[in-house]
């Protein structure tokens, strides 16, 4: 195997061992242990590792890796995904009009303190169009209604796979996608919402806080589920205001929110960072990457 970075995520019921279990089997091919980090989830009886390796002097190929280690997985009953690296992802964005949140991804994957390729911007309107241009990153302009959402999302679908898409990121995308689409996606599609969840769901949200005279206001960044805003959630931040905030210093303070946020669960992502056990994210924190 070349020199880089391998991740493994693993989740299993908890048992007595399992740490030594699995540093044993990654000292055996070779590796070098880089991180180790665990959680146990006392109430669910469940363990969960994310554990990176350094493959520089491991004589072992991809597969026969995964091939070992699924016959010391089926044993521990774990369910578990492996990440190599030198494998940059391709992301989709989708928006309609607000630009903030595309900006600020945009801006970051150049500076490259998101690692990925964004291959594409997908958008309902045609309005952020100047800012694919801006970044050189092609730009398909998709309109939707509810008689052409169907043709509409097939289309997406299209290009997803053309792209080779791995992770679709919905910046302020203001359209709700069905549940065949989502179901094709599993944990692959992130969603930023403009409230601290599960309070203020669906649109409009910062109106109803300044009706409710909310003292905190936030973001809430999930993977995106049939059940609308309901799915795991990645990262949450919020900041306190007070009585003489109006709806729209509100708005003003949430997007800011919103791009700390959403970038952060972009990047947990990116860098596997993330396990989802049930309508839970167990989200790691960074270990040196």
């Known amino acids: 195997m070349q020199s880089q970075i391998v991740t493994f995520l693993i989740k299993c019921p908890d048992q007595k061992g399992l740490v030594a279990k699995f540093t044993t089997f990654f000292y055996e091919q070779g590796f070098n242990i880089l991180s180790c980090q665990q959680y146990v989830n006392a109430m669910a009886d469940r363990y969960y590792m994310r554990i990176r390796l350094d493959a ?3 004589e072992i190929s991809k597969k026969e890796l995964e091939d070992k280690f699924e016959k010391v997985a089926t044993t521990l009953k774990c369910t578990w995904s492996v990440h190599y690296g030198k494998e940059k992802q391709n992301v989709a964005i989708m928006v309609s009009h607000t630009s903030h949140c595309l900006y600020d991804l945009l ?3 150049r500076e490259g303190t998101i690692d990925c390729n964004i291959s594409l911007i ?3 309107h045609n309005k952020l169009k100047p800012i694919a241009d801006m970044f050189g990153i092609p730009y398909y302009h998709l309109p939707v209604s509810k008689e052409t959402k169907i043709q509409q999302e097939a289309q ?3 290009l997803l796979e053309e792209y080779t898409v791995d992770l679709i990121v919905m910046a302020r995308y203001m359209q709700i996608l069905s549940e065949d689409f989502i179901n094709k996606y599993p944990q692959r599609i992130i969603n930023i919402h403009h409230s601290f969840l599960p309070a203020f769901q669906g649109a409009n949200p910062y109106q ?3 009706e409710r005279g909310v003292k905190l ?3 809430t960044a999930h993977y995106a589920t049939v059940d609308l805003d309901e799915g795991p959630i990645i990262e949450q931040d919020v900041e306190r205001i007070s009585h003489e905030s109006t709806p729209k210093t509100l708005k003003g303070i949430g997007a800011d929110i919103e791009r700390l946020v959403l970038a952060k669960a972009v990047k947990c992502h990116l860098q596997h960072q993330i396990i989802v056990s049930d309508n839970r994210a167990i989200v790691f924190p960074e270990s040196g990457e």
Do not use: F, H, L, T
Request: charged fraction near 20%; charge should be neutral; glycine fraction near 12%.
């Open 122 to 124: 997908i958008s309902n």
């Open 107 to 109: 801006e970051r994957q």
């Open 217 to 219: 206001i936030g973001a």
């Open 156 to 158: 997406i679908v299209g």
């Open 56 to 58: 520089a002097e491991a």
């Open 208 to 210: 109803r806080a300044y």
